[in-house]
């Protein structure tokens, strides 16, 4: 049996358990039944379920390795692409990757190079600072690509296949 503050109260039997926890008015919850005798904890569950889902949101919130998807169109204007790499900038940044989405819409499916050719500039005006992670893909009307960010530093074998990988799709949605 352990206590709320986590000392150890000895081996007690279930009732003393139970009355020991209505006294305190907090749970008795059942820790490692398969032990013998099995282990039992007094706490307030509720504040224990409360502070796990704080956890598990603020472990949401962490970013790292998560991916937001950013919407483009084929006749995407200027100042509106632009915006669109901020924001894309920003959450390579922040550690996230970003999928490139270019959708189309009625007749603009005749001309998916219009969709390559924005994902191209896309990548030109991004630079150095992101790789692609695969060759742009078509989903039904939409046209995606991932592009990850770029560690800083001393080049390795990855980084340099990485940027190989970029040069080859930037060369495939050319041609």
Same mark, same amino acid.
């Given at each position: 049996m352990i206590d709320p503050e986590g000392k150890q109260l000895g081996v007690i039997t279930r009732l003393e358990a139970l009355e020991k926890a209505k006294e305190l008015e907090l749970d008795l919850i059942e820790i490692a039944a398969q032990a013998d005798p099995p282990v039992a904890r007094i706490f307030d569950f509720q504040k224990f379920r409360y502070e796990?889902?704080?956890k598990d949101r603020g472990a949401k919130k962490g970013g790292e390795g998560g991916l937001k998807e950013l919407w483009l169109s084929p006749r995407i204007e200027e100042h509106d692409l632009k915006v669109r790499l901020d924001h894309t900038r920003k959450f390579l940044e922040e550690g996230y990757k970003v999928k490139l989405t270019v959708k189309f819409k009625g007749r603009e499916m005749a001309h998916p190079e219009l969709g390559h050719r924005v994902l191209q500039e896309v990548m030109e005006l991004l630079g150095d =600072?992101?790789?692609?992670?695969? &060759?742009p893909k078509f989903e039904g009307?939409?046209?995606?690509?991932? $592009?990850?960010?770029? =560690?800083?530093?001393?080049?390795? &074998?990855?980084?340099?296949?990485?940027?190989?990988?970029?040069?080859? $799709?930037?060369?495939?949605?050319?041609?």
């Open positions: 796990e889902s704080k =600072k992101a790789a692609v992670e695969g &060759e009307r939409r046209l995606s690509m991932t $592009v990850t960010k770029i =560690k800083g530093g001393k080049k390795n &074998e990855q980084d340099e296949n990485q940027e190989i990988n970029t040069k080859e $799709v930037k060369n495939n949605i050319k041609g």
